[in-house]
């Protein structure tokens, strides 16, 4: 069935660090990829998404390209700020159909000054 | 703003209890979602309801129910609730077939004692 595997965390950086948090997945045909965030206390939000093979999405600085040949959709940022700091997730479009999503484990951010 | 609101942030609950959680959206979507959030295991879906009075198991629906009987409202009911139920529960919305971005409430954390 689909899945996604995404890196563990905590991933703890400085301030203006590069961020990388790499996320692969296995699925039938091909889907659609998200990350989403989770701020300190609060739900879900969509960052950002790709629906086919070799688009970007991007927001607030986040990037990701879907990858078909690599089945991965990593997301990277070029200079975190503190704000930053939170759990990210990565998902992708059940193929089967509908509004369903996959999402993978979650990867912790910290940022630190 | 699309709006998702859930009845309690915070509960706490005993063996054997019947548990009702609520979620209401104010957008009129179609699509609703219950997922339980884990460390290490990240959202898994126990229900979801493409329409009024209409239901859909998920990955995880043991121990589990729900009920649409409003547009606006979708209830996740534990009926008898045991410790391992003890987790982040989120509600989630989004509109029609054609994906678009699931919006999530704040989510509420149950504890079972």
């Known amino acids: 069935g689909d899945s996604v595997t995404q890196m563990e965390g905590p991933v703890t950086l400085s301030e203006e660090a590069c961020l990388t948090i790499?996320?692969?997945?296995?699925?039938?045909?091909?889907?659609?990829l998200f990350w989403y965030v989770q701020y300190p206390g609060e739900g879900l939000q969509l960052l950002l998404k790709a629906t086919k093979a070799d688009d970007k999405g991007s927001n607030k600085g986040f990037e990701a390209t879907y990858r078909k040949e690599t089945t991965s959709f990593h997301l990277e940022k070029g200079s975190v700020q503190v704000s930053d700091s939170a759990v990210y997730f990565c998902?992708?479009?059940?193929?089967?159909?509908?509004?369903?999503?996959?999402f993978g484990t979650g990867t912790q951010l910290k940022v630190e000054l | 703003d699309v709006k998702v609101t859930q009845s309690s942030r915070y509960l706490v609950k005993r063996t054997g209890e019947k548990v009702f959680l609520e979620c209401v959206q104010d957008?009129?979507?179609?699509?609703m979602f219950w997922y339980r959030q884990d460390p290490g295991l990240g959202l898994r879906l126990i229900y979801f309801s493409y329409d009024v009075k209409m239901k859909e198991k998920g990955d995880i629906p043991e121990g589990y129910s729900v009920s649409r009987e409003k547009k606006e409202r979708f209830s996740l009911i534990l009926e008898s609730a045991s410790t391992n139920q003890t987790s982040m529960y989120l509600c989630?919305?989004?509109?029609?077939?054609?994906?678009?971005?699931?919006?999530f409430g704040p989510g509420t954390r149950l504890t079972v004692l």
């Open positions: 957008m009129d979507h179609e699509n």
């Open positions: 989630a919305s989004t509109r029609g077939e054609v994906y678009n971005e699931q919006f």
């Open positions: 998902a992708l479009r059940f193929t089967g159909g509908g509004n369903k999503l996959t």
């Open positions: 790499n996320c692969t997945y296995t699925a039938t045909g091909y889907p659609s």
